[in-house]
């Protein structure tokens, strides 16, 4: 069955440092997203992509986010300048244009020292 | 605003009895619900979803049932396993004018005992 992935796992930087989060969504999919779940709350949206531009962002993807598909396959979540606040279990989604259901990745765990 | 929360953060149940997993909402224009499945360490996994213009949809051991005069949403899970055991989210789509961002609840923690 075919599942979205996620690379890395865990992911610690420090405070300051740029990270990329990477993702391979399901193959045949058009819509790409990042959510974001702080450890012990609930999972919340960061941004939704789609033919090649984001769609909709929330607010908590500011100016030091953003997001990439460099190729066909891949679709990257990058923090330019990262905060202690950053840390949280990264998800990265995708879904067709036939259903609402989106299929999540594992996640990367990102620690910001 | 738009918001999506869960009655009980916690469930405890016994192996083989149901259980019911409340959520509320507060967007009477949300359109779509979905119930999510969440075990330690992995993503969230797709369970059922429902339309608003529905009142109830059944899957396999689960079904879920939407309260829109209330706005209320509950997920039924028969004959819980201890492969059960799992943080359940809420989540609407909807709204707010996009189609496809997920609003996600707080959780409820299923723990079945053997």
């Known amino acids: 069955e075919p599942e979205v992935t996620q690379t890395p796992s865990h992911q610690v930087t420090q405070m300051g440092q740029e990270v990329i989060l990477r993702c391979v969504p399901i193959?045949?999919?058009?819509?790409f997203y990042w959510y974001r779940q702080i450890l012990g709350q609930k999972v919340e949206f960061l941004v939704s992509?789609?033919?090649?531009?984001?769609?909709?962002k929330s607010e908590i993807f500011d100016d030091q986010f953003s997001v990439e598909r460099p190729d066909g396959s891949n679709f990257t979540l990058k923090i330019r300048s990262t905060k202690l606040e950053d840390s949280a279990m990264y998800f990265c989604a995708s879904g067709d244009s036939y259903s609402y259901e989106q299929y999540f990745g594992p996640g990367t765990r990102l620690t910001v020292t | 605003g738009e918001s999506v929360g869960l009655h009980l953060p916690t469930l405890s149940v016994q192996e083989g009895d149901n259980s019911i997993i409340n959520c509320a909402y507060s967007n009477s224009a949300s359109d779509y619900f979905i119930w999510y499945k969440q075990e330690s360490g992995k993503g969230p996994q797709f369970i059922i979803d429902i339309r608003s213009n529905m009142d109830k949809r059944q899957g396999q051991r689960v079904t879920v049932l939407l309260n829109k005069t209330v706005k209320h949403l509950s997920l039924q899970i028969a004959a819980t396993q201890p492969g059960d055991s799992a943080v359940y989210f809420c989540a609407e789509i909807g709204g707010g004018g996009s189609n496809y961002k997920l609003t996600f609840g707080k959780g409820t923690l299923l723990t079945v005992n053997p």
């Open positions: 992509f789609y033919n090649n531009e984001i769609s909709e």
């Open positions: 193959s045949n999919h058009l819509y």
